[in-house]
């Protein structure tokens, strides 16, 4: 494998749920790797082009599924803790997306390797969201089936707007990647690699036994900001559903974004234009990852990956 060269430039590209699992069709595991190999033909074009990458993704709709397999195996099989869950689905999508990455740049002629990390990510034991739980996770239950399992497995649930009853979890906030210096390594070799999947698998450092499982999930994009600032990264792409974002969203002022400062980013967050359970995570890792010494953010759809690093599309935030 190549030697890092200076003229090398290295991104962390952030997948959307929508790369691996769409909307109104069904979650089958063949249907999954369909998606993942057409969700593909920006990072190749990366890879191409000679980018140090580092893919991340998210696995929301796969840990949901892993949940109900839990909860279909009660009292037949071991309950898995929803540390594991995320584990379970950092390996199986990152088997599908390095097999997948690997078949495509192998038939195009592209020397790269891909290899996936499982990826723990350290959290604060007293983080605030640990005592405050509000990332709904898994299924809908009835009030009564809800509290029900809250007072079987010690859960917390809440009423998720009008649809029903779910378990929340605590979502803290990452504070570094146990694995970045395998990652770094690995990078500096040339090899591409997919980690921190689903935000990684949320571990506290306990003074005697060392790294121990939370029952949480680390928002994904956050993850992704906080591992590219850990392994060098210039760039942060965080792909998802939209080509690019904008303010004003749904109304006939609303506005896309082109190319935009921090300072203006974050005038328009303060504005509310962009909520929490949507965009807002993204823009927060955004202003972090640049604050923190990054040089640019894209956010743009799958498809236009490529053509928003050459300025040409999606919304790309720079500092000063």
């Known amino acids: 494998m190549a030697a890092t060269g200076q003229n090398r430039r290295r991104a962390v590209v952030a997948l959307g749920g929508n790369a691996i699992t769409v909307k109104h069709l069904e979650d089958t595991i063949a249907n999954q790797f369909a998606n993942t190999r057409r969700s593909l033909t920006s990072i190749v074009e990366l890879a191409r082009q000679g980018y140090d990458l580092c893919i991340t993704h998210g696995n929301g709709p796969q840990v949901g599924n892993a949940l109900l397999r839990v909860e279909l195996t009660r009292g037949k099989a071991p309950i898995l803790p929803l540390g594991i869950c995320v584990a379970d689905t950092e390996g199986g999508m990152g088997y599908m997306i390095e097999q997948s990455l690997q078949n495509r740049l192998d038939k195009e002629g592209i020397r790269r390797t891909v290899c ?37 497995q010690g859960w917390s649930v809440k009423k998720d707007a009008d649809r029903g009853w779910r378990r929340v979890v605590p979502s803290p906030i990452p504070l570094t990647c146990v694995e970045k210096d395998a990652i770094r390594l690995m990078l500096d070799n040339h090899f591409i690699v997919i980690a921190a999947g689903g935000g990684g698998i949320p571990v506290y450092i306990d003074p005697t036994l060392g790294y121990e499982g939370v029952d949480a999930v680390i928002d994904k994009d956050r993850a992704s900001a906080l591992l590219a600032r850990e392994i060098g990264a210039e760039f942060l792409l965080i792909l998802t559903s939209v080509d690019q974002v904008a303010v004003h969203f749904g109304r006939p002022e609303q506005k896309f974004l082109g190319a935009v400062t921090v300072a203006e980013m974050e005038r328009y967050y303060r ?50």
């Open 116 to 152: 996936t990390i499982i990826s723990q990510m350290v959290v604060d034991h007293d983080d605030p969201s640990i005592k405050n739980p509000t990332k709904f996770v898994g299924q809908f239950y009835t009030e009564a089936e809800a509290k029900a399992l809250a007072v079987e």
């Open 271 to 320: 504005e509310g234009h962009f909520p929490p359970g949507s965009m807002g995570p993204k823009v927060e890792a955004a202003l972090d990852f640049i604050k923190n010494g990054g040089k640019e953010v894209i956010i743009t759809s799958l498809d236009l990956a490529a053509e928003a690093l050459a300025g040409r599309a999606g919304t790309r935030i720079h500092a000063e």
